[in-house]
């Protein structure tokens, strides 16, 4: 479909389209297109034409007009900006600097639905992004393309991202893209009726950034062992829980920790110094990390820092629920008198 | 619209009078990147939107050509144009006609020159046009070995602006208008002594008009003001006055889609020729499909040089080929529903799709 090449327009173009069916001309096509990894979301590519979806394989010419769909099966539904985008554009770039418009190899300027923050069926021809070396792409080679939510008068991508599908592209022009990985529900096994649904909404509204303490208030490290001859006492603190229920800011947030120092319960006047209290960030035991939240170092016993970065999760991405844990780890040092030392571990979670 | 138009016609008067040089325009435009239209006001707004990117068809989308963004100019403005990069100014093209006789001095090449108007000296023009748009089709001129070729770009329809009473002036029959515009003698219609304003003599709504109420020779009463008067602008009507105007124009400028709105407070109504009202809604307006469907409906054009959109020339250039190929989704000449499509972009700016999407041939000779 849509390989323009073989049908020359006859006279003005005025004659009927010139679109023919194909797949394999591109000196590239026996190479897979490499999946999408990293958009914000899904690029189905779209006939500017009507919207239809095109067929996964196709070959499309440079300037055959075409859209990103964000879901092919809903015509109406939309791209989701963020409230600090200001501009939209459409670009190609190099793999893997999608989200760096300083990087981008060309681009053109795009736009909102009329009165909203989102976009709707962005122009991703590559022949459209008349801005940069559009040369360049056509001279063959892997991209990405597909379009940004850009804040700073076009100088950063704002909150509401970054999306694009990949792109092989063969001498002259003629392309492949990918097509992101879908579910696709298995159909009924027999049967089926028309259900009319009718159901009045209102505006999503941000929910809260809350975090929840572990069970047990109090942490006991376990019996400790000599290390290299050090007293070492190792312990994690419990799942603990961060929930972030902004479903439109999608601000992202940052986890820090800070410790006191541990003192003798016998003679406050005999302390550990806080730097010997190693912490690691994990996912909570039975849990998976949710993609999008970013551990920190582990902070090592005897060198660690104080307040220290746990975990983020980037702006853009809203996590409903992110179980976490912190492994310690303390060594004190070899002229600390045997005994119960006691000492106080914050969690702070501030939003991005 | 209204102010480079007022801006216009009095930078040109001060210049003939005064004879000063014309070499800085008071109102420089930039140079376009790739290809250049020139003429009609009819179509100049919605052309406009496209070339320069719009969203009033839902998705935001700009013709493009061949990576490179497309100049369109105005009919009106400062009175000489540049057109591309270190080209001559010369004369604006106001106008279809105007449009149209532009590109074949760009075609043509030197010794040929154009005179816009009478404010800026004639000049060669050699490939500073690509395109002209045409709010009429090429009439006597279609030859089917022409030179030229009008492709259809959208259907609109000329009815009336009036200023004064609806009930006079409102649904002015076809007899009624052929009267007004042919008389040598004031004509009264009801209560109202009725005063016809015409556009200036390249205005294919000028053109397309009189030809569908039956006028070959315009009456003495009509006031045309030494030839300079825009089209479809509702703020050069006196009271008690009626001007052709098209439908579309109209409709474009009451959705606000359009750069400046000439209708504003001005009290000025369209007016319903034989009793059918050219548009439907009274918020959003949209083109009657009855109104443009009848004998005042036109399809409107965009002309370029058939032997540099015919696949078997030497001289074809498929860049310009995609840009007036209706098939594309986003050229100028589409005519989609989608809202990717410039079609939808069209709709928006009150056109139909063209009656018919054959191109016609034109001029003999350039």
Request: charged letters at 10%; proline letters at 5%.
């Amino acid at each position: 479909m849509l390989k323009s090449a073989a049908i020359r327009v006859a006279a003005v173009g005025v004659v009927a389209a010139a679109l023919i069916a194909g797949t394999s001309s591109l000196a590239q096509a026996a190479t897979p297109v490499d999946p999408t990894v990293g958009s914000a979301g899904p690029v189905y590519v779209g006939d500017a034409n009507d919207g239809s979806r095109i067929a996964d394989g196709a070959t499309l010419d440079f300037d055959y007009a075409v859209i990103a769909l964000a879901d092919p099966s809903d015509l109406s539904a939309v791209y989701t900006g963020s409230a600090d985008a200001t501009s939209v554009e459409t670009f190609i770039s190099p793999r893997g600097s999608e989200s760096n418009p300083a990087a981008w190899t060309a681009w053109s300027t795009s736009g909102f639905l009329t009165g909203t923050q989102n976009v709707q069926y962005p122009t991703i021809t590559p022949g459209s992004q008349i801005n940069g070396n559009q040369n360049a792409v056509r001279a063959g080679g892997n991209w990405s393309i597909g379009f940004a939510f850009l804040k700073d008068n076009n100088l950063h991508v704002a909150g509401g991202g970054v999306y694009f599908t990949n792109i092989t592209v063969a001498a002259g022009g003629d392309y492949q893209f990918a097509t992101p990985t879908t579910v696709t529900p298995p159909p009924p096994a027999s049967g089926s009726f028309d259900q009319n649904l009718s159901a009045t909404t209102i505006d999503a509204q941000d929910g809260t950034l809350n975090l929840v303490a572990p069970a047990n208030a109090t942490t006991t490290l376990g019996t400790a062992t000599l290390v290299n001859n050090l007293s070492t006492s190792t312990g994690n603190i419990g799942k603990f829980t961060v929930q972030d229920g902004r479903v439109v800011t999608h601000k992202g947030w940052d986890l820090t920790t800070s410790v006191t120092d541990f003192t003798n319960s016998a003679d406050n006047t005999k302390t550990i110094d806080k730097k010997n209290l190693g912490v690691a960030a994990v996912a909570a035991a039975g849990t998976t990390l949710p993609a999008g939240v970013t551990l920190a170092a582990a902070q090592v016993a005897g060198s660690a820092v104080n307040p220290a970065p746990f975990a983020s999760a980037a702006a853009g991405t809203a996590i409903a629920s992110t179980d976490l844990d912190a492994a310690l780890t303390l060594v004190a040092p070899a002229n600390t008198p045997a005994g119960t030392y006691t000492a106080k571990l914050t969690v702070t979670l501030a939003s991005k | 619209m209204k102010i480079k138009k007022i801006a216009a016609i009095g930078a040109a008067i001060g210049v003939v009078v005064a004879g000063i040089a014309f070499a800085a325009p008071a109102n420089a435009e930039p140079v376009s990147n790739s290809y250049v239209l020139v003429g009609s006001d009819t179509l100049q707004d919605s052309v406009n939107a496209l070339t320069n990117g719009t969203s009033v068809g839902g998705a935001s989308l700009r013709v493009t050509a061949g990576g490179a963004s497309v100049g369109s100019f105005d009919a009106f403005g400062s009175s000489s144009i540049q057109t591309k990069p270190g080209g001559p100014y010369f004369g604006r093209p106001s106008g279809s006609g105007a449009g149209v006789t532009a590109l074949r001095a760009s075609i043509n090449g030197s010794p040929t020159t154009y005179s816009g108007n009478a404010a800026v000296p004639a000049k060669v023009i050699g490939g500073q046009v690509d395109i002209a748009r045409s709010s009429s089709g090429p009439g006597a001129n279609a030859n089917s070995a022409g030179k030229l070729v009008y492709v259809p770009y959208a259907r609109d329809a000329v009815a009336y602006a009036y200023n004064g009473s609806s009930a006079d002036l409102g649904a002015l029959s076809k007899a009624q208008l052929k009267q007004i515009y042919e008389s040598n003698t004031p004509v009264t219609i009801g209560g109202t002594v009725v005063h016809p304003v015409i556009p200036q003599g390249s205005s294919g709504t000028r053109s397309f008009f009189l030809s569908s109420i039956g006028v070959t020779t315009l009456g003495s009463t009509v006031n045309d003001v030494n030839n300079t008067t825009p089209e479809n602008d509702a703020s050069v009507l006196p009271a008690d006055s009626i001007i052709p105007f098209s439908a579309a124009s109209w409709i474009a400028q009451s959705n606000g889609v359009t750069g400046i709105s000439t209708i504003g407070s001005t009290g000025v109504k369209l007016g319903s020729p034989d009793g059918v009202a050219p548009f439907t809604g009274t918020t959003t307006l949209a083109a009657n499909s009855a109104f443009y469907g009848s004998s005042y409906g036109r399809d409107t054009y965009l002309v370029v040089e058939f032997a540099r959109v015919d696949s078997s020339s030497a001289t074809y250039d498929k860049k310009l080929a995609d840009l007036v190929d209706s098939t594309k989704a986003q050229s100028l000449t589409n005519f989609g529903t989608f809202s990717s499509t410039s079609g939808a972009v069209k709709a928006k700016f009150g056109f139909l799709a063209p009656s018919s999407t054959a191109p016609i041939r034109a001029y003999a000779t350039i």
